[in-house]
Each structure stands twice: as structure tokens, then as C-alpha cells.
């Protein structure tokens, strides 16, 4: 189908429609009523979409109360009597559920209505490029239909965990990152099947919440797409909280023996039974594009199953529909979602005048474990595998003031640069808090300031901010003016007037220290990284 098939009104309802209340069109439809156009948002489940119904809100919340335990388990550290604290698992999720409600007012219908978006609560279908069906629900009776047409639409309807073809697994039952937040009661053994973010995040939770837990994972290691280094971190510190990691680790189906669920598994050529309680599945998040009329309209997704779209995030056959957030990928973060939902605003309504391609350069990104692992631009593997050169310079938080003072001692901070050059391409954190230390390198990035700027920034002491400072001073030394500082050597020994003589073995120490210094500058050099090494 195209375009010419269908009848463009002559005159529309609204300027845009979006479709979908999470993060990217609570962000869109927020930016078209500032800008006065007359937008609709329909939302057919919550408002705040999955983040603050059962993802980022809930997930950090948990996180939070898991980790208060380990604090008081870790007493004797900080001079206090240690002990395993009294608590009630109902009682966490419970406290779970509290902070979605004291969140939700910040996506609710009513300060969206009072910032000029209308708002719908039904569901969405495209009848026409330009017009949308939505039925509304009503209590007790038959569902409502009605049509709008709009200018722009706006698909962001975002996306649902994803549950694999495993023999058994739908039958026998598990839980997703959409449903364990309904349990009250706390399972003695749990299998998580997935090393990626979020099977790692509530992994260590739930374990530091007394559940057995053993992480499955088909791939050679956690986080697959972070440094082994980082994958290392984090393995270590789940073996410390109980987490039982296969990795390398394939499911090949589930079986219910008794009130048991079994996952069989093969690892290394052998066959693996695991008996638990339940299974929580976290292997990836699949695009929520069904019923939305897209095959009726020829509306192309890619091979991911995301709606397609281009540089303008806009569909190729209907350039005045759009799509973002989970919904159109590449990236799956609430805050990629709100940074597409800027490009579809400004996109859709003023795309006669100007429009801007979305940029990717700089997006960062958090694993909320602990230690935390944060990332923006290149990493180590990314950069060989791309066959980028560059210098790695690092800083272990073990050396930080801070970190010593507040017993969080594990991690460190590694930052690639151009060779030579204190520009930036990536840098890793692994540490406590290290999702809110990325941010200093993120404005760094995006604005072309290279390590001599952070290094010259005032970074306030005693704080773990310091460590990026530290970072960029040990890129200064290794790649310090040795001919300026012999120079500088030279002058001030000038400057203490006529010394003694040397004697021949003073002379001959001073000659050997001279090529020890020289053969140290040189390791230090060795950092560096040759195009196409692996």
C-alpha cells in the first residue's frame, strides 16, 4: 500500500497523535503542547508505560531494599555489630509498590491534561495514514469507538519481555520482569534465565533476599557486551551474595517433576537439571506492534521485530508517521526514549522547516548491580573489534579517599583516548554510584572536552567524583613533556648554584637511573594500542 490509495482530510482532529503513554510518548506528547500544537496521547494499560510499572521504578526500588540488607550484614566493617537484619519478603515488595504510587503522579492523566495533552485511555489502531481507531473501555458496558484523524502519529507503544520457544516453559509457567512483582511470597529457589541487565540486577536482589538463587546463561559470560574485566567484577561479587552463575549454560526445556519445576539444561556437553520454585525469564524485550493495524498499511519492521524507520525516525512509506522508543529501537533505555521523543516532536510539527537526525554519538547506559557498571561510547572490545586505535588509561577506586572512608573500595574507572590525544571515546565505570559518575564524561563527549579539561575542573574533596579527576591525571603523567621537564630538572639545579663535583660511581647511578626512568616511560607508552590487535 502507499499513500495514493488512501484519502489525506482535508482538514484533521488533531496535530498529532501518539500512541503509547511510557516514557518516549509521555516525552513527545509533552513537547507538542508546549509548543501549543492540539495532541492527543492514548494509552491502552498504565500511564508511565513498563519503566515505572514494572521496570526501572520497581527494579531500583528492590535493588535498594537488597541492598540495605547487605549493608546491615556488613556491619562489622563499619565498626557496628554485624548480623543478619529481620525482615518479611511481602514487606519489600510491598515497599516496591509504594514507591510506583508515589511516582505515578509524575506520569498521571491528570498532570498530563493540565499541561494541554488530551488524553485517552483506550486502545489504538491505524485505520488510515491519518486516521486512528480507538476503543474505550467502559465499566460495566460495551467498549466506545472512536476516530481521529492528526497530521503526525506517533507509534510508541514500547516493548514486552520476550519469552523463547522452550518446550514446557509456557505450560509449566514463569515469571518476567512484567510479573514478579506480584509475588508476596518468597520462593525458596529461583532459576533467572539471562545475563543480560536485567537478569543480573535481580539476580543479586532476590538473592540478597534469601533466595537460592543460579543464574543461567547460554552465552560465556555475564553482560556479554561489556569489557571480560566488567563481566569478571560482577561475576565475583554474585558468587559473594550467593548466586549460583552458569555460564555457557543452554535451556533445553522444562519439565514440572512433583511441585518441582526442572530446567534441563547442556553445559559443555553434558546434560544440567536444576529443580526450583520459579523461573524468571529476563532473555530480551520484544516490540509491542501487534493490533496496531501496521501490516494493513504496509508499515515495515526490521528483523528485530522494531517498527523501521530513518535517520528523521520516520517510517519510510508515511514520512508524517513515526516511531520511537522500545518500539523502534536500536536501544532500549527509558532515557534513549525521551532523547528520540525530542527528534518525533520537533520532527513531526516543524519538519516543513527543518529537520534534525537523531544522534547516537553519545548514549549512555547502567547496569544497577553491585558494583554498578556504567558505559558511554567505545569499549575495549568494541574498539578492536572496529579496529580503532586507541590508549587505555585506568584508576581503581581502592586508591580514592572516598571509597576507603565509605568501604566501597571495588572498582575502577577506564577510559579509552585517541593515541596521543586526550580525546575521548569511551569510558567504563565499575564501582558504587558509578551510574551517576558516567555523567561528568557524558557532558565531556558530547561537547568535545577532552581529559586536560576534566583534569582542570574542581572536582570537591572527599567525593568518588574525584576518581574521574584522577583518571585524567594519570593520562597527564603517562604522557607527561619529558624534554620540558629535563629542561626544568636542568634549570633548578642551575638555580642551586655550583655543586660538587660527582664522583665516577655517582655518575655512573645517575646514568642508570636516567635509562631506568626512560625504560618505565616506555612501559607506560606500551598502553597503547595498535589498530587490528586483539
Known amino acids: 500500500m502507499s499513500v495514493s490509495q488512501f484519502i489525506k482530510p482535508k482538514k484533521f482532529d488533531r496535530n498529532m497523535i501518539v500512541i503509547g503513554a511510557g516514557a518516549a510518548g509521555l516525552v513527545t506528547s509533552y513537547i507538542a503542547a508546549a509548543v501549543k500544537a492540539n495532541v492527543t496521547l492514548i494509552e491502552a494499560n498504565k500511564m508511565g508505560g513498563d519503566c515505572l510499572n514494572t521496570g526501572c521504578v520497581p527494579s531500583k526500588s528492590l535493588i535498594r531494599s ?60 491505524l485505520l488510515s495514514p491519518w486516521e486512528v481507531e480507538i476503543n474505550i473501555p467502559v465499566e460495566g458496558g460495551l467498549p466506545i469507538t472512536k476516530t481521529l484523524t492528526a497530521r503526525s502519529i506517533v507509534i510508541a507503544t514500547g516493548a514486552r519481555p520476550f519469552i523463547p520457544p522452550i518446550p514446557g516453559l ?123 493495524g501496521l501490516d494493513d498499511l504496509g508499515i515495515e519492521l526490521t528483523a528485530q521485530g522494531t517498527v523501521m524507520v530513518d535517520k528523521y525516525l520516520r517510517t519510510p512509506k508515511y514520512k508524517h508517521i513515526m516511531a520511537c522508543g522500545d518500539v523502534a529501537g536500536p536501544y532500549q533505555f527509558t532515557h534513549t526514549a525521551a532523547h528520540q521523543a525530542w527528534y518525533v516532536a520537533v520532527n513531526s510539527l516543524f519538519g516543513m522547516f527543518k529537520k534534525f537526525k537523531v544522534d547516537y554519538r553519545v548514549i549512555p547506559w547502567a547496569t544497577f548491580t553491585d558494583p554498578e557498571v556504567a558505559r558511554v561510547g567505545l569499549n575495549e572490545q568494541e574498539a578492536k573489534d572496529q579496529e580503532i586505535d586507541y590508549e587505555m588509561t585506568g584508576y581503581t577506586f581502592n586508591e580514592l579517599d572516598r571509597a576507603i572512608a565509605d568501604e566501597e573500595t571495588a572498582g575502577f574507572v577506564k577510559v579509552l583516548t585517541k593515541p596521543g590525544k586526550d580525546t575521548i571515546l569511551g569510558v567504563t565505570i565499575v564501582g558504587h554510584h558509578a551510574g551517576d559518575l558516567i555523567a561528568e564524561f557524558v557532558l565531556a563527549m558530547r561537547h568535545g572536552l577532552g581529559l586536560n579539561k576534566v583534569l582542570g575542573t574542581i572536582h570537591i574533596y572527599p567525593t568518588l567524583n574525584e576518581a574521574n579527576k584522577y583518571v585524567a591525571g594519570e593520562w597527564k603523567r603517562n604522557h607527561a613533556p619529558e624534554k620540558l621537564l629535563n629542561w626544568s630538572e636542568r634549570f633548578h639545579r642551575w638555580r642551586l648554584g655550583k655543586q660538587p663535583k660527582l664522583t665516577r660511581e655517582e655518575r655512573i647511578a645517575k646514568r642508570l637511573k636516567a635509562k631506568e626512568d626512560k625504560r618505565l616511560s616506555a612501559n607506560k607508552n606500551s598502553k597503547k594500542r595498535k589498530k587490528g590487535k586483539k
Open 66 to 125: 537488597a541492598r540495605i540488607i547487605t549493608y546491615a550484614e556488613r556491619g562489622r566493617e563499619f565498626g557496628l555489630k554485624g548480623g543478619t537484619p529481620e525482615f518479611e519478603f511481602s514487606d519489600v515488595m510491598e515497599r516496591v509498590q509504594r514507591t510506583v504510587k508515589a511516582v505515578e503522579p509524575h506520569d498521571s492523566v491528570e498532570r498530563y491534561e493540565g499541561l494541554g495533552v488530551d488524553v485517552i485511555e483506550g486502545r489504538a489502531k
Open 170 to 292: 509456557r505450560e509449566i509457567g514463569c515469571l518476567t520482569s512484567d510479573t514478579i512483582w506480584q509475588l508476596r511470597e518468597k520462593p525458596k529457589r529461583m532459576v533467572v534465565m539471562g545475563g543480560g541487565p536485567i537478569g543480573c540486577e535481580l539476580s543479586q536482589s532476590f538473592a540478597r533476599l534469601g533466595v537460592d538463587v543460579i543464574q543461567v546463561e547460554m552465552l560465556p559470560r555475564l553482560l556479554i557486551k561489556e569489557d571480560e574485566e566488567v563481566s569478571a567484577w560482577v561475576e565475583r561479587s554474585f558468587t559473594r551474595d550467593g548466586v549460583q552463575v552458569l555460564t555457557g549454560c543452554k535451556v533445553l526445556e522444562v519439565e514440572q517433576v512433583a511441585r518441582d519445576k526442572v530446567v534441563v539444561c547442556e553445559q559443555d556437553g553434558r546434560g544440567v537439571r536444576i529443580h526450583c520454585d520459579e523461573i524468571l525469564v529476563a532473555v530480551g524485550r520484544a516490540a509491542n506492534t501487534d493490533g496496531l
